[in-house]
Structure formats: structure tokens, C-alpha cells
């Protein structure tokens, strides 16, 4: 079926380290793969996305890496900061919906 | 300003109740879209409009009814409210199936 796994659901990292999330999805047609970041009683807001035709993309600190064979992608922060902590979530697109992982919350301790 | 605004921002109301949520887009978009927040952060669709056309309907209780009078609204309508329906609840919109931007959020509470 649907499903998009996430890991970790937690992560705490101390300031200036790195974090790298992990999300593997099951539908093989999906082509698109946006991460969102969710800051507490915030909305989601898309910080990069990728789509299938490419392997990596960057923006700043923040990376994402598609591996279609192997159906994962991962999100990775450099110089994590404060205020680069909140709930991501990445997704996947099946036909015309996106399906949501399960969240990571990360804590970046200054 | 607000690209998606929806209203009202809290909403707490006793079980039984028949309650609506409105959302609107002034960016253009042609889909809009119904998520639901449960209080472990999933985040789950509900509902899917394309110009004004239902697309996606998720396992959702028929108690749930969304409505698109236009392209820029989508309005969410739940008769008889069960404590279960307690989350948060999202409007988004994209232009297709590409980023989708979303609304503040509608905190429900049932009582």
C-alpha cells in the first residue's frame, strides 16, 4: 500500500553538528519528494523538494539526496542552529496526493 | 499578504455538534486540499479539490463534507462531531501536484 516511512521520530544534536534524516517510500511511480519543516503551533512550510530526475540538490545548509533504486531519500543539515529545531517531514508523491511521514522532531541544543 | 487563510483559528464545541471550517487562496492555485493533524503530529489527507472537482477522498467518515464553491475556497463541514475528530486541521493549495503551501491550522476540541 501507501506508505512512506521516517526515521528517526527523534533527534537531538548539539549546535554545529550535523543531522541527517531518513525517509523510504514504496510506491516506485512517485516522482516528487518535498520536505517541510513545522515549527510548534506552526504550519508546515517546504524548505527544499527534489524530483526524480535528479539525485541531489542543495540549499545552503540544507541537502537532499534521492536514491530511486533503493526508493529512500534523506534530508541533511549542516551547522545545525537553535532555531533549525522543529518537526520535518518528508513526503512523496502517489498519483495526485502527497503521503506524509511520520515526523522527526529534532532538538538542536546550543 | 496571507496566501492561505483559513477561519476560524480555535474551535471547541461539545460532541454532536455540526461544525464548519473555511478556507481560501489568493495565489492562484487550481487544488486545494484538507489535512488532518492528530495529536502525534501525522499528518493525513483528507480531501483533494481540482477546479472545483473532488479528486481525492480519503477514508473519510461521511460526516465530513467538503465544498468548493470556487476555485479559491474550500470549506469543510462536519456534521454530528465526535471526540476522535479532535486535531488539528490544515487547508493547503498548489498549482498541480507541485508545492503545496499550507494554511495556520484550525485547532478543533471536542468536548
Known amino acids: 500500500g501507501e506508505n512512506v516511512e521516517q526515521h528517526p521520530s527523534t533527534l537531538s544534536v548539539q549546535e554545529g553538528d550535523s543531522a541527517v534524516i531518513k525517509c523510504t517510500y514504496s510506491?516506485?511511480?512517485?516522482?516528487?519528494f518535498p520536505w517541510y519543516k513545522q515549527e510548534l503551533g506552526k504550519r508546515p512550510q517546504l524548505i527544499i523538494d527534489?524530483?526524480?530526475?535528479?539525485g541531489e540538490k542543495k540549499d545552503q545548509r540544507i541537502a537532499v539526496t534521492l536514491n530511486k533504486t533503493a526508493k529512500h531519500f534523506s534530508l541533511h543539515i549542516t551547522e545545525t542552529q537553535p532555531e533549525d529545531s522543529a518537526v520535518y517531514f518528508c513526503a512523496a508523491s502517489i498519483t495526485d496526493k502527497l503521503i506524509f511521514g511520520t515526523g522527526t522532531r529534532l532538538q538542536v541544543f546550543p | 499578504d496571507t496566501a492561505v487563510s483559513q477561519t476560524p483559528k480555535y474551535l471547541v464545541t461539545q460532541m454532536g455538534n455540526d461544525k464548519s471550517i473555511k478556507c481560501e487562496q489568493n495565489?492562484?492555485?487550481?487544488?486545494m486540499y484538507w489535512y488532518k493533524q492528530d495529536s502525534k503530529k501525522f499528518l493525513k489527507i483528507m480531501f483533494s479539490y481540482n477546479n472545483k472537482e473532488l479528486i481525492i477522498n480519503e477514508t473519510v467518515p461521511n460526516r465530513f463534507s467538503p465544498k468548493s464553491p470556487d476555485k479559491a475556497h474550500l470549506n469543510l463541514h462536519i456534521n454530528s462531531l465526535e471526540l476522535g475528530d479532535s486535531a488539528v486541521y490544515f487547508c493547503?493549495?498548489?498549482?498541480?501536484?507541485?508545492?503545496?503551501?499550507f494554511g495556520p491550522g484550525t485547532r478543533l476540541t471536542v468536548t
Open positions: 527534489i524530483r526524480s530526475n535528479v
Open positions: 495565489l492562484g492555485h487550481d487544488t
Open positions: 493547503a493549495s498548489s498549482w498541480g501536484n507541485d508545492e503545496q503551501y
Open positions: 510506491d516506485s511511480a512517485s516522482n516528487y
